[in-house]
């Protein structure tokens, strides 16, 4: 399946995107929608996104993207769907919440991050989080590279970001590596660095890496946020 969710063909001249070029994800622009009409920043003018590819190319990557549309809808329609592949990270899960002014981080259980794998029989080309509790990976104990399977609800938030949660029916097919997660402990009184998902490919080499679900009641937000607790990035830009 062509990777809609993060399939750049836009350019936009929008501040928050400079460090990436201006580049900006598909799926941020179908929510957003912004193109054509573009979008308004403050105290400027209205900003349109800048197609990269021809009319034609754009014509067919739409058509493409409306069975996509179909296809994700009837997933997220059922109770239960099915995944298996290989995971590439066991990684810890956070969640952050503002209390009086004061950030408070509660450790949530762990992620495993698959960078694609199968979708009830359909060949997912993204990233997908199955969200998993503290007491699964004490039983289960997953590692890097194990292949697994099970069945989850499965979900697309807003920025394109794929999770899978209350899995159930987990099973180890193929054990992986023998690379343990790091100490969640670690995490107090550390800084944390979001991540931008156009540079997870990138990010994920990172044995830091973890995830975020901030909850901000009072502005009713919530945010599934991939970061880092280094002040300063470990890897160079290649990612080499």
Known sequence: ?????????????????????????????????????????????????????????????????????????????????????VIQRVIPRFEIALVESTLFHTFEGYALLYKECLIDN?????????????????????????????AGRFNIDERGIVTISSPAKLKTIIPGSSNNYWDVKALSQVSLRYVNYLQQDNCLRCQWALINTEWYPHRKRHRFQLCCPLKECVLPANGN
Not at 26 to 42: D, E, L, M, N, T
Not at 124 to 143: A, S, W
């Open 1 to 85: 399946m062509i990777n809609y969710l993060k399939s750049v063909i836009f350019n936009c001249q929008h501040p928050k995107f400079e460090a990436n070029d201006s580049k900006v994800r598909y799926w941020h622009i179908v929510k957003r929608k912004c193109f054509p009409q573009g979008c308004a920043i403050s105290e400027g003018a209205p900003i349109t996104p800048v197609l990269t590819v021809s009319q034609e190319e754009y014509r067919a990557f739409l058509d493409g993207f409306k069975v996509f549309q179909k296809w994700a809808h009837t997933r997220s329609k059922k109770l239960k769907t099915n995944f298996i592949g």
């Open 122 to 150: 359909t060949f997912f080309e993204d990233y997908v989080y199955v969200l998993i509790d503290k007491e699964t990976q004490d039983i289960m104990n997953f590692h890097d590279d194990d292949t697994v399977s099970g």
